[in-house]
């Protein structure tokens, strides 16, 4: 019968020798995404810096350029206007205003009545400094939480060692699409974090997987060198590692052609997450414990719980 | 044979019902409302102001506008009490959140000791009197400051549920947060520049006589105004300056109805009629002034100052350069009553109905597609147990749908990328088994007892893996806000049901299919 494997059955790739060059690359990528983000910054959206964003539709084709001629008279400032989804949308995106926002709800008034009757107003979005600046105090402590949350389960339920390395691993995946972000100069706004969060928990669910199987294999096979365990670890799971890989793939890709201009963004992050955290679990966060000596004892608390239905 | 006890067939097969029941009013609804299916107990399913349109607003009370205005009240009451006892005081100021001023001769000594004593605590618990030699100060103090809070956010609460949804119908979401906040979320908005209209305005109405003792453009040019008077500008840009008396004849409290209308000369005017306490007043006022110009002041600007023409009591008209739906606004905020303080707005996002449905459309193919796809996949990879794990992703999909309608938590457009990514990563327990099965059948275990161990060996891993992912969704169901509560929501649910369903539903249909055909060989 067919089927379709995008891995052979017994796989036998010998993953820890990459492991010094993924190390270097993903040091260097690291290095490069905190410089990005100094040096080049964010694009953050108006949820953390406050500011306008009005999403018009005309009811012929948008006229981009009147329609920036017509807004730049207004003398709000910055304004960026660009066609969104088809080609009737326009998406104008006006800096936070001088002033309180009182400024900002005023500003918002002038676009629309610029605009005109010509344009239905589809969306208008407004977040004033105030707003935002809590969006984003919030939104750096909910990654932090989750990050700690994550690593105090993983101590719970492994050794120290895999819990270091699981939130080394997830550190890279958070900095590395930051740094993404930086470099193409995408909007990073509330569904962004939204994804970043997302992208943690799909990544560590990777490395568990993983780490569960080097966990078992280190107690079965007791005479084997680490290395050896850890590879065959890999070995073991890369096919359930693709196949969830590609499943999630297949699922954001299905956003990215048809959920619409609004979740495109976000379902392009969770593509790059899903890619990332799957490399990351495999040579980050294995080739880092491969640095470390693990336990090999079998103490009482480190057994796998034996399930009911195998004990009835 | 493989077991799987007969409560467990039980709970699953009830669990499935029960998730198939909550979800199917949403295959039917038409806009929201059950049709045809009033018989079923869910309901369907809340959608979030991104899906069906609608203006969430949140709006933060200006409590030191309200300070500030108190602080003027307390000076004037103090200089009446205090003249009134014949305490000798000078630079009583009202600042913007302290009242201050200095006694001329020492307390002691002129022997008024407890009368000043009285006047203070007459002002109240809510305020802190500080001395320091001649010199007083009065603030609000923290319970005081509270009270205020309360007292404010709670009419405002009241006034702007009055005017945003004047007949009850519209089920805004009308809520305090925090110590100064309110959050307003209206279904349904095609206008959300009319919302900020509406609630924009505190709309104090007064009538006020004109002060004829001096002209506008003279107290312009000499910088000052008669006393007991104040300028104030004219609603029309351009309209000039009045200068008006301070004292309020006639407030917007007194009264009792007001309506769109039009004048004699056809253009737009609202109508009031006032209370029996303001028409009294307002008789009184228009009797003894004939031929003064009366003053509309609505938020310290002057609609108009018609010239009273003769005694006119318990109904009027305020003119002005109106058109018909401002005069429709004004009649609706007036009926509504006064905020108590001007509201600022923080944050606004409005969806039109428009950009709702297709979201709703663009959302539903994306799953769609999505599903499909993956189906397709677990198939090509599986075989029949792919076509088990693709019963249970369907089963899955209902089951939150279900969960949403049964909960009535609500969906947003983040939230449908949750159910899409959800089915991606969904399969992933199924496939943990699988991986495991396909081992142990490597191993040389025979079919039963493979299925068996690719179970249970598979279990911690898929608790574990799932576990972390929830905490990752749980922060930001508490961090986040809005959409992303609705994204952590849907994600949240989708791991829970999605590790029932992989464990539990395929494992059922599995052990069913096992234990009928008994196969002495799997190919997986």
């Given at each position: 019968?067919?089927?379709?494997?995008?891995?052979?059955?017994?796989?036998?790739?010998?993953?820890?020798?990459?492991?010094?060059?993924?190390?270097?690359v993903?040091?260097?990528?690291?290095?490069?995404?905190?410089?990005?983000?100094?040096?080049v910054?964010?694009?953050?959206g108006?949820?953390?810096?406050?500011?306008?964003?009005?999403?018009?539709?005309?009811?012929?084709?948008?006229?981009?350029?009147?329609?920036?001629?017509?807004l730049?008279?207004?003398?709000?400032?910055?304004?960026?206007?660009?066609?969104?989804?088809?080609?009737?949308?326009?998406?104008?995106?006006?800096?936070?205003?001088?002033?309180?926002?009182?400024?900002?709800?005023?500003?918002?008034?002038?676009?629309?009545?610029?605009?005109?009757?010509?344009?239905?107003?589809?969306?208008?979005?407004?977040v004033?400094?105030?707003?935002?600046?809590?969006?984003?105090?919030?939104?750096?402590?909910?990654?932090?939480?989750?990050?700690?949350?994550?690593?105090?389960?993983?101590?719970?339920?492994?050794?120290?060692?895999?819990?270091?390395?699981?939130?080394?691993?997830?550190?890279?995946?958070?900095?590395?699409?930051?740094?993404?972000?930086?470099?193409?100069?995408?909007?990073?706004?509330?569904?962004?974090?939204?994804?970043?969060?997302?992208?943690?928990?799909?990544?560590?669910?990777?490395?568990?997987?993983?780490?569960?199987?080097?966990?078992?294999?280190?107690r079965?096979?007791?005479?084997w060198?680490?290395?050896?365990?850890?590879?065959?670890?890999?070995?073991?799971?890369?096919?359930?590692?693709?196949?969830?890989?590609?499943?999630?793939?297949?699922?954001?890709?299905?956003?990215?052609?048809?959920?619409?201009?609004?979740?495109?963004?976000?379902?392009?992050?969770?593509?790059?997450?899903?890619?990332?955290?799957?490399?990351?679990?495999?040579?980050?966060?294995?080739?880092?414990?491969?640095?470390?000596?693990?336990?090999?004892?079998?103490?009482?608390?480190?057994?796998?719980?034996?399930?009911?239905?195998?004990?009835? | 044979?493989?077991?799987?006890?007969?409560?467990?067939?039980?709970?699953?097969?009830?669990?499935?019902?029960?998730?198939?029941?909550?979800?199917?009013?949403?295959?039917?609804s038409?806009?929201?409302?059950?049709?045809?299916?009033?018989?079923?107990?869910?309901?369907?399913?809340?959608?979030?102001?991104d899906?069906?349109?609608?203006?969430?607003l949140?709006?933060?009370?200006?409590?030191?506008?309200?300070?500030?205005?108190?602080?003027?009240?307390?000076?004037?009451?103090?200089?009446?009490?205090?003249?009134?006892?014949?305490?000798?005081?000078?630079?009583?100021?009202?600042?913007?959140d302290?009242?201050?001023?200095?006694l001329?001769?020492?307390?002691?000594?002129?022997g008024?000791?407890?009368?000043?004593?009285?006047?203070?605590?007459?002002?109240?618990?809510?305020f802190?009197?500080?001395?320091?030699?001649?010199?007083?100060?009065?603030?609000?103090?923290?319970?005081?400051?509270?009270?205020?809070?309360?007292?404010?956010?709670?009419q405002?609460?009241?006034?702007?549920?009055?005017?945003?949804?004047?007949?009850?119908?519209?089920?805004?979401?009308?809520?305090?947060?925090?110590?100064?906040?309110?959050?307003?979320?209206?279904?349904?908005?095609d206008?959300p520049?009319?919302?900020?209209?509406?609630?924009?305005?505190?709309?104090?109405?007064?009538?006020?006589?004109?002060?004829?003792?001096?002209?506008?453009?003279?107290?312009?040019s000499?910088?000052?105004?008669?006393?007991?008077?104040?300028?104030?500008?004219?609603?029309?840009?351009?309209?000039?300056?009045?200068?008006?008396?301070?004292?309020?004849?006639?407030?917007g409290?007194l009264?009792?109805?007001?309506?769109?209308?039009?004048?004699?000369?056809?253009?737009?005017?609202?109508n009031?009629?006032?209370n029996?306490?303001?028409?009294?007043?307002?008789?009184?006022?228009?009797?003894?002034?004939?031929?003064?110009?009366?003053?509309?002041?609505?938020?310290?600007?002057?609609?108009?100052?018609?010239?009273?023409?003769?005694?006119?009591?318990?109904?009027?008209?305020?003119?002005?350069?109106?058109?018909?739906?401002?005069?429709?606004?004004?009649?609706?905020?007036?009926?509504?009553?006064?905020?108590?303080?001007?509201?600022?707005?923080?944050?606004?996002?409005?969806?039109?109905?428009?950009?709702?449905?297709?979201?709703?459309?663009?959302g539903?193919?994306?799953?769609?597609?999505?599903?499909?796809?993956?189906?397709?996949?677990?198939?090509?990879?599986?075989?029949?147990?792919?076509?088990?794990?693709?019963?249970?992703?369907?089963?899955?999909?209902?089951?939150?749908?279900?969960?949403?309608?049964?909960?009535?938590?609500?969906?947003?457009?983040?939230?449908?990328?949750?159910?899409?990514?959800?089915?991606?990563m969904?399969?992933?327990?199924?496939?943990?088994?699988?991986?495991?099965?396909?081992?142990?059948?490597?191993?040389?275990?025979?079919?039963a007892?493979?299925?068996?161990?690719?179970?249970?060996?598979?279990?911690?891993?898929?608790?574990?893996?799932?576990?972390?992912?929830?905490?990752?969704?749980?922060?930001?169901?508490?961090?986040?806000?809005?959409?992303?509560?609705?994204?952590?929501?849907?994600?949240?649910?989708?791991?829970?049901?999605?590790?029932?369903?992989?464990?539990?539903?395929?494992?059922?249909?599995?052990?069913?299919?096992?234990?009928?055909?008994?196969?002495?060989?799997?190919?997986?």
């Open positions: 019968m067919f089927r379709l494997k995008l891995v052979p059955s017994v796989p036998s790739i010998h993953f820890l020798k990459y492991v010094p060059i993924a190390g270097g993903s040091i260097a990528a690291v290095l490069a995404s905190i410089g990005l983000f100094f040096l910054g964010l694009n953050l108006i949820d953390f810096r406050g500011g306008i964003l009005i999403e018009a539709q005309s009811k012929t084709t948008a006229d981009i350029g009147a329609v920036r001629g017509d730049e008279k207004l003398g709000l400032g910055d304004i960026a206007i660009q066609s969104f989804g088809t080609e009737k949308d326009v998406l104008i995106r006006v800096q936070k205003q001088e002033g309180d926002e009182r400024a900002q709800v005023a500003a918002i008034e002038k676009i629309t009545s610029s605009l005109g009757d010509g344009y239905d107003i589809r969306r208008t979005e407004f004033g400094p105030t707003v935002g600046a809590e969006l984003a105090e919030k939104g750096i402590l909910a990654v932090i939480c989750a990050l700690f949350a994550i690593m105090i389960y993983i101590w719970f339920r492994f050794e120290w060692q895999f819990s270091i390395a699981a939130l080394l691993a997830l550190a890279h995946d958070v900095l590395t699409t930051v740094g993404l972000f930086a470099l193409t100069g995408f909007e990073f706004n509330l569904a962004t974090l939204a994804a970043i969060l997302t992208i943690a928990g799909y990544s560590i669910n990777d490395t568990v997987v993983v780490f569960d199987r080097v966990r078992e294999n280190l079965k096979y007791k005479s060198d680490q290395g050896k365990i850890l590879n065959r670890s890999l070995n073991e799971t890369l096919s359930r590692t693709v196949m969830t890989s590609v499943t999630t793939a297949i699922a954001l890709i299905a956003i990215i052609l048809f959920g619409g201009a609004v979740l495109r963004d976000f379902a392009l992050a969770m593509l790059w997450g899903v890619t990332i955290g799957t490399y990351s679990s495999i040579f980050i966060a294995v080739g880092l414990i491969s640095r470390f000596d693990l336990k090999r004892s079998d103490d009482e608390d480190n057994q796998i719980p034996t399930p009911e239905y195998e004990r009835s | 044979m493989l077991q799987f006890e007969t409560w467990k067939k039980a709970v699953v097969i009830f669990l499935v019902i029960t998730g198939i029941i909550y979800a199917l009013p949403n295959l039917f038409q806009n929201g409302e059950k049709a045809g299916t009033a018989f079923l107990p869910g309901q369907t399913i809340n959608l979030g102001l899906l069906q349109g609608g203006s969430h949140l709006l933060q009370t200006d409590l030191n506008a309200v300070i500030a205005e108190r602080m003027v009240g307390i000076s004037e009451n103090l200089r009446l009490a205090l003249r009134e006892e014949k305490i000798r005081f000078r630079s009583l100021k009202a600042g913007k302290e009242v201050t001023f200095s001329r001769d020492d307390i002691i000594d002129t008024k000791q407890s009368q000043l004593d009285t006047i203070l605590r007459d002002l109240g618990r809510d802190d009197t500080q001395r320091s030699g001649q010199n007083i100060t009065i603030r609000f103090n923290e319970a005081g400051l509270q009270n205020l809070a309360n007292q404010t956010v709670e405002s609460i009241e006034i702007i549920r009055r005017r945003l949804d004047p007949d009850g119908t519209k089920e805004p979401v009308i809520q305090r947060q925090g110590k100064d906040r309110i959050l307003v979320q209206l279904p349904g908005v206008d520049e009319r919302i900020k209209r509406l609630i924009g305005r505190t709309a104090r109405l007064t009538f006020q006589l004109v002060d004829m003792r001096s002209t506008a453009q003279e107290a312009r000499s910088g000052r105004v008669p006393p007991g008077s104040v300028l104030l500008e004219s609603a029309d840009e351009g309209g000039g300056e009045y200068i008006v008396e301070k004292r309020v004849m006639v407030s409290e009264l009792e109805n007001a309506s769109a209308g039009f004048d004699q000369n056809s253009r737009p005017a609202v009031f009629q006032l029996a306490e303001g028409a009294r007043r307002f008789g009184r006022v228009t009797g003894e002034n004939i031929g003064r110009p009366f003053a509309i002041v609505l938020d310290n600007k002057v609609v108009s100052a018609p010239v009273i023409q003769s005694q006119i009591f318990g109904s009027g008209q305020i003119t002005g350069n109106f058109n018909v739906a401002e005069t429709n606004e004004l009649a609706l905020v007036l009926r509504a009553g006064a905020l108590p303080a001007p509201l600022i707005v923080l944050e606004e996002r409005s969806v039109g109905p428009g950009l709702g449905a297709d979201s709703i459309a663009a539903e193919i994306a799953a769609l597609v999505g599903l499909a796809l993956v189906i397709i996949y677990m198939v090509m990879s599986y075989g029949l147990f792919g076509v088990f794990a693709d019963i249970a992703l369907m089963v899955n999909v209902v089951l939150i749908l279900g969960a949403l309608s049964a909960l009535q938590a609500t969906l947003t457009l983040p939230g449908i990328a949750g159910i899409v990514l959800t089915m991606g969904a399969v992933d327990a199924n496939v943990l088994v699988f991986e495991r099965i396909r081992e142990e059948l490597r191993g040389g275990r025979r079919v007892q493979a299925i068996e161990a690719g179970y249970s060996r598979a279990l911690s891993t898929i608790i574990d893996s799932n576990l972390t992912t929830l905490f990752a969704a749980l922060f930001l169901f508490v961090f986040g806000s809005g959409p992303v509560k609705g994204f952590a929501v849907t994600l949240s649910l989708g791991i829970v049901t999605s590790m029932f369903t992989a464990l539990m539903v395929t494992r059922l249909l599995i052990v069913l299919w096992a234990n009928a055909k008994r196969p002495k060989q799997l190919e997986l």
